[in-house]
């Protein structure tokens, strides 16, 4: 099992560029999850999907939108970079966000400039 | 506004010390509070509490819950270097039941 896998490992932007970070699971998981992290501030979540066919707003999700392309993966689009959406992106996963008791499990991260 | 307050925010001990992490929280529908180890890349579960007074324990490392004061520690004894990393402590809850994080204590254990 690779867990939680994400691509790329790193990404340099020129702010108005566009591009898509991928994430996939192979843990039969329910409930997806894209972070940001950023120094001072804490893993901040941006869009989660409860289950496969469901995407909602977490507490940051202004310049991104998200697919739930299927109950493996979970992709995270940036339409237009901007320099404030620089920061390290984690993806995780869960068994069901709506269970009593939750685990999450974090992909390697993103590590995205935006010049 | 719910929140999740860790202390202190950095810490600097010697091989061999004994360690407590604090992490208080004001969250509503609490669920459950998780720890988690960050070192180079992705957080790393530790543990989940989900009632009061009951220790959760893996080899040095040990956390508790207290649900009336609000507040979670996590120890670790015997400190080693490789126990530096930035312990991160979320709570699951809030109206979306999503994972509420702090912004962590980074550890640095010196030889």
């Known amino acids: 099992n690779a867990g939680v896998t994400q691509t790329p490992k790193f990404q340099v932007l020129k702010t108005g560029q566009s591009m898509t970070l991928q994430c996939a699971q192979d843990?039969?998981?329910?409930?997806m999850y894209w972070y940001r992290q950023d120094p001072g501030m804490g893993l901040r979540l941006i869009y989660y999907?409860?289950?496969?066919?469901?995407?909602d707003k977490g507490e940051v999700p202004n310049g991104y939108n998200v697919s739930r392309l299927n109950k493996r993966e979970f992709s995270l689009r940036l339409e237009s970079a901007a320099p404030s959406q620089t920061s390290v992106y984690f993806c995780a996963s869960s068994e069901r966000l709506l269970a009593g008791e939750d685990t999450q499990y974090f992909g390697p991260g993103t590590r995205l400039t935006v010049l | 506004e719910d929140k999740v307050v860790q202390s202190p925010l950095s810490l600097v001990v010697h091989e061999g010390d004994t360690v407590t992490l604090n992490c208080s929280y004001e969250?509503?529908?609490?669920?459950?509070l998780l720890w988690y180890k960050q070192e180079k890349k992705a957080p790393t579960f530790l543990f989940m509490l989900t009632s009061s007074g009951i220790e959760k324990k893996s080899g040095r490392l040990s956390s508790i819950l207290d649900k009336k004061e609000l507040f979670s520690i996590l120890n670790i004894t015997a400190t080693q270097t490789g126990d530096s990393a930035v312990y991160l402590c979320?709570?699951?809850?809030?109206?979306?039941?999503?994972?509420?994080f702090g912004k962590g204590t980074k550890l640095s254990v010196k030889p």
């Open positions: 979320a709570v699951q809850g809030g109206s979306q039941g999503n994972l509420i």
């Open positions: 999907s409860a289950s496969e066919g469901t995407t």
């Open positions: 969250v509503t529908n609490f669920r459950s």
């Open positions: 843990m039969n998981h329910n409930s």
